[in-house]
């Protein structure tokens, strides 16, 4: 079994900027053959949508929302996936979920997920 834990949400100004980790930790068989590690979010009534994904080679794959704003990047031997999440805006606001799974960063199924981090962007 793997444990994503996500952190590095808060409350931001619009604009703003924070930095989302999350660490994957148990099976190491699991963890070294899920290729992918993504972002997810989800605001109050609506549905989780995919922000970005990346895989153990850093191929990555952005939803056109967020493309030029923000940045998904891993680091292999520690098995942790971030978000810089720059020139946030009202509309970011959501809990954002990490994944795990096997795939490419186009394709992939998230078989892992963490429980969730609060991003508020508000004035």
């Known amino acids: 079994q793997v444990q994503l834990a996500e952190s590095g949400g808060g409350l931001v100004q619009p604009g703003g900027s924070l930095r989302l980790s999350c660490a994957a930790s148990?099976?190491?068989?699991?963890?070294?053959?899920?290729?992918?590690m993504g972002w997810y979010r989800q605001a109050p009534g609506k549905e989780r949508e995919l922000v970005a994904a990346?895989?153990?080679?850093?191929?990555?794959n952005y939803a056109e929302f967020v493309k030029g704003r923000f940045t998904i990047s891993r680091d292999n031997a520690k098995n942790t996936v971030y978000l810089q999440m720059n020139s946030l805006k009202a509309e970011d606001t959501a809990v954002y979920y990490c994944?795990?799974?096997?795939?490419?960063?186009?394709?992939?199924?998230?078989?892992?997920w963490g429980q969730g981090t609060q991003v508020t962007v508000s004035s």
């Open positions: 148990g099976s190491i068989f699991r963890i070294f053959t899920s290729n992918v």
């Open positions: 994944c795990l799974g096997p795939g490419s960063q186009r394709s992939f199924t998230s078989q892992y």
């Open positions: 990346i895989t153990r080679g850093g191929d990555t």
